[in-house]
């Protein structure tokens, strides 16, 4: 994290709007929000482009951060693909704290089936105070710095049945917890354990016409994981509704093979979502207050995405 206690609140949203009409990507932590650009010519070549800017940074249930900007570029060759994303925005509303994370992701996708390997880092640091580096694959503790790497596993039926599933396994890296060893007291040891963090998710796209689509998903955890504080083992993580509306912006004129055709140059997408993590959820945790947003179990996102 990167202390930002001079920081005004608005200066932050001043300079998160500006770099939303800097750049033109846009991407979401499982799925690519916004559609790539058709330039499927016979060198198979294909890139997409887009910024997302969100009210709140939340992820498979978990509040991530607060105003954040998200922008991602990818590049795909006949089913291969490279991704960079990257997200800059706040810890929470109280605007104390920055955070910031660039992930790096290489996969591959074919009917419908991806196959990708995502390492993400997160300009923390280690116990000792030096900052974490960008390829630690060793095991650390929630907040003992290191990043992490995750393979993910997806598939869409079709555009007809359009259901999706989701399995994602962390495989290095941080996402680790204490076990007690040796027996009680002073004979007690702690032994660093790693989770191998696993979060499997079902999700249906309701295409409501006029360019509005609802998304229902429904995730869970089988085991101890980060998703429910290396605590207890199957839990139902995340129930989630997500809202949007797409605009197509201009035309562009392609030419392939002599014959000329309009496409839209971009997207503009506005949404609102949001996740309700059902894992020891109470009255008392469903909303907290800003400053406790990370342990609140019910959490609502609101933004607009451009790609191209």
Known sequence: MISCT????????????????????????????????????????????????????????????????????????????????????????????????????????????TVLYLHMYYFDRYADGTMSKYFDFKNHVPGGGGTTGEWRVSYRVSDQIPLSCLVAVRTFGRDGYYEVKGGLGDEATLELKRAYSTYIELGYDFDIGDDWMLTARVGVTPAKSLYTGYQGNFAVTLVGLKLNKSWDIGEKTMRREGDEAKRRAGRLNAFAHVMLQLWQVTKENLIRPIEEAGNQKLNLAIGVSYGI
């Open 6 to 113: 001079m920081l005004s609140f608005r200066r932050v949203v001043g300079f998160l709007f500006a770099l939303l009409f800097v750049h033109t990507i846009s991407y979401a932590n499982d799925t690519v929000s916004v559609s790539m650009r058709d330039m499927r010519q016979k060198s198979g070549f294909t890139w997409s482009a887009g910024a997302t800017l969100t009210s709140n940074y939340i992820w498979r249930g978990l509040y991530v951060g607060g105003l954040s900007l998200q922008v991602d570029a990818t590049v795909g060759y006949k089913g291969l693909f490279a991704n960079v994303w990257w997200n800059v925005g706040v810890r929470d509303w109280t605007c104390s704290t920055l955070n910031p994370e660039v992930d790096f992701t290489i996969g591959y996708s074919r009917w419908g089936l």
